[in-house]
């Protein structure tokens, strides 16, 4: 059954009514846009996603004076997915105390309630680059370097690497290089790695991810979820400083957790008078 002319006036009122009760800050009024289990995306933004009504309030009130004072709502698409759903495109201009301005899109599901049409999900996404153009910073390296690690992508994995990138583990203990220098060597020793390690990892969560002064350059707190035949579930929490230029990374700086990496393995860290033997 198609979308009512009600059904697409009660949407648009909807997504319009955002930008009103937000700059407004009736923020506790949140539970008139957003089902009770929103899932709220911004991890364009290295924020993660934020959960319910509730917790959509406490991000607004903890970015404090950084929340634009107009959010500006534009070209609203719908296409409807069944007859308690539907997808919902529309453009998000943010200006900012300061004059400044950005743009975004929302990509929004909204579910049918018996309290009306109200949004499910929806994923913020930053517009960088003009014309439609697909900026690969460091960020969208970071996604590609992560989803090859989930597949286990020796392809994949290759192509996010520059030929003369440097891969480094400060943390390193025996039998972990702390330095790899070139495409192969990273690549065959990570591929090594997954044959040879039974950790199959399903998913990362970012925890956070920070600019520096070089914008080719990321700091990212994040964990590695995934099981393990041998310890069952595990989180790997690591700290990456990723330079990418061009689309692919030349130095990853890998704080890997290897108290967590062991524990994850079933193994026991060598003793400090093994680790002198071994150097």
């Known amino acids: 059954m198609a979308l009512t002319e009600r059904d697409r006036i009660d949407i648009h009122d909807l997504i319009n009514l955002h930008g009103h009760l937000t700059d407004a800050g009736e923020l506790d009024r949140a539970s008139e846009l957003f ?65 400044t301005a950005g743009s975004v899109v929302y990509d929004d599901v909204v579910t049918r309630r018996p ?18 153009g697909h900026e690969v910073g460091p960020r969208a390296v970071l996604e590609l370097h992560r989803q090859a690690a989930v597949d286990q992508s020796v392809e994949d ?22 330095r790899l220098a070139g495409r192969d060597n990273i690549v065959n020793w990570i591929a090594a790695g997954w044959q040879a390690n039974p950790l199959k990892y399903e998913h990362y969560r970012i925890l956070a991810i920070h600019d520096t002064s070089d914008p080719d350059t990321i700091i990212v707190e994040q964990e ?16 990456m400083v990723l330079t990418a230029r061009n689309g692919q990374i030349v130095r990853l700086r890998d704080y890997v957790n290897i108290l967590a990496a062991a524990a994850a393995l079933g193994d026991e860290l060598p003793t400090r008078e093994e680790a002198e033997t071994a150097r």
């Open 35 to 99: 089902t009770p289990d929103v899932v709220y995306d911004l991890d364009d933004f290295g924020l993660g996603s934020v959960h319910g009504p509730a917790a959509l309030r406490e991000a607004a009130l903890a970015m404090g004076a950084a929340n634009p004072v107009g959010h500006h709502v534009t070209n609203i698409v719908i296409t409807r997915i069944d007859d308690g759903s539907a997808r919902v495109r529309s453009k998000g201009i943010g200006i900012k105390a300061d004059g």
């Open 115 to 132: 309290d009306g049409w109200k949004v499910s999900y929806r994923k913020v996404i930053a517009r960088r680059t003009p014309l439609g």
């Open 157 to 178: 994995m290759r192509r996010v690497y520059a030929i003369d990138a440097v891969h480094e583990f400060p943390f390193a203990y025996p039998g972990v290089p702390s």
């Open 224 to 239: 590695a979820l995934g099981t393990s035949p041998t310890t069952g579930e595990f989180a790997l929490p690591n700290i």
